[in-house]
């Protein structure tokens, strides 16, 4: 068995300067004002519209980012409905192969403890036995796993005895305002602490790599002390 953290990859070329660009060539077909348009006007124009809630402007722009997460953050990824998804199968994945090592992957429960408000406070020893008590329980799983593949179990049926802390790999693919949608759901306090343990720095690098769409967001969650302001 091996622990790994959770992580993500932007998996798109993302120019924040020119997808502004191109949010305010679409918005101002609304008021045919192209002939407005300067090399220093996109910043003002999509800000106003974001301001004004005008947000069906942004949704002619995608992001793809590929999540390595538990299958329990997964399940609720998916239910982003305005959304694209391909995600690693346990139908057609033999984790038995050497391709995977032979052994299952697990994301590491410990950052998502230090995210979850009724857990971060409890003295080092408890958290200690806490995840001695997951480890065991994945070591189990892949042990039941790897001896029903070796009886002549096919994946998709092994795959019942595999726990939720399973690492998975999920690409999705939003549009902007879509994104927003999520990020004001998933990086919020009462989101899963394992989601937002990718919710919260992913947010933070959209916001730096795309100017004003990400603004109003970020600066929300950080005047509420929800995420931390990085120096």
């Given at each position: 068995?091996n622990?790994?953290?959770?992580?993500?990859?932007?998996?798109?070329?993302?120019?924040?300067v020119?997808?502004?660009?191109?949010?305010?060539?679409?918005?101002?077909?609304?008021?045919?004002?192209?002939?407005?348009?300067?090399?220093?006007?996109?910043?003002?124009?999509?800000?106003?519209?974001?301001?004004?809630?005008?947000?069906?402007?942004?949704?002619?722009?995608?992001?793809?980012?590929?999540?390595?997460?538990?299958?329990?953050?997964?399940?609720e990824?998916?239910?982003?409905?305005?959304?694209?998804?391909?995600?690693?199968?346990?139908?057609?994945?033999?984790?038995?192969?050497?391709?995977?090592?032979?052994?299952?992957?697990?994301?590491?429960?410990?950052?998502?403890?230090?995210?979850?408000?009724?857990?971060?406070?409890?003295?080092?020893?408890?958290?200690?036995l806490?995840?001695?008590?997951w480890?065991?329980?994945?070591?189990?799983?892949?042990?039941?796993?790897?001896?029903?593949?070796?009886?002549?179990?096919t994946?998709?049926i092994?795959?019942?005895?595999?726990?939720?802390?399973?690492?998975?790999?999920?690409?999705?693919?939003?549009?902007?305002?879509?994104?927003?949608?999520?990020?004001?759901?998933?990086?919020?306090?009462?989101a899963?602490?394992?989601?937002?343990?990718?919710?919260?720095?992913?947010?933070?690098?959209?916001?730096?790599l795309?100017?004003?769409?990400?603004?109003?967001?970020?600066?929300?969650l950080?005047?509420?002390?929800?995420?931390?302001?990085?120096?």
């Amino acid at each position: 068995m091996n622990k790994i953290k959770a992580s993500y990859v932007i998996e798109s070329e993302i120019n924040g300067v020119e997808l502004l660009k191109q949010i305010e060539k679409v918005g101002r077909t609304c008021y045919k004002s192209e002939g407005n348009i300067t090399d220093e006007s996109a910043i003002k124009f999509v800000a106003g519209l974001v301001s004004r809630g005008h947000l069906a402007m942004i949704e002619h722009n995608s992001i793809t980012v590929r999540f390595i997460c538990d299958r329990g953050v997964s399940h609720e990824i998916v239910r982003h409905r305005l959304a694209s998804f391909g995600q690693e199968s346990t139908r057609y994945c033999n984790y038995s192969n050497d391709k995977f090592s032979n052994e299952i992957n697990v994301i590491d429960i410990e950052e998502g403890i230090m995210l979850d408000t009724k857990m971060c406070n409890m003295d080092e020893d408890t958290i200690d036995l806490i995840i001695l008590e997951w480890r065991q329980a994945m070591e189990d799983s892949e042990r039941h796993y790897l001896r029903m593949i070796e009886l002549g179990a096919t994946p998709q049926i092994a795959r019942d005895v595999l726990p939720n802390s399973l690492k998975t790999e999920i690409v999705v693919t939003m549009n902007l305002r879509e994104w927003i949608h999520f990020f004001s759901l998933r990086a919020d306090k009462p989101a899963h602490p394992q989601m937002r343990e990718l919710a919260m720095p992913l947010l933070r690098e959209f916001h730096e790599l795309i100017p004003v769409i990400f603004d109003d967001l970020y600066n929300k969650l950080i005047l509420n002390n929800i995420i931390e302001k990085e120096i």
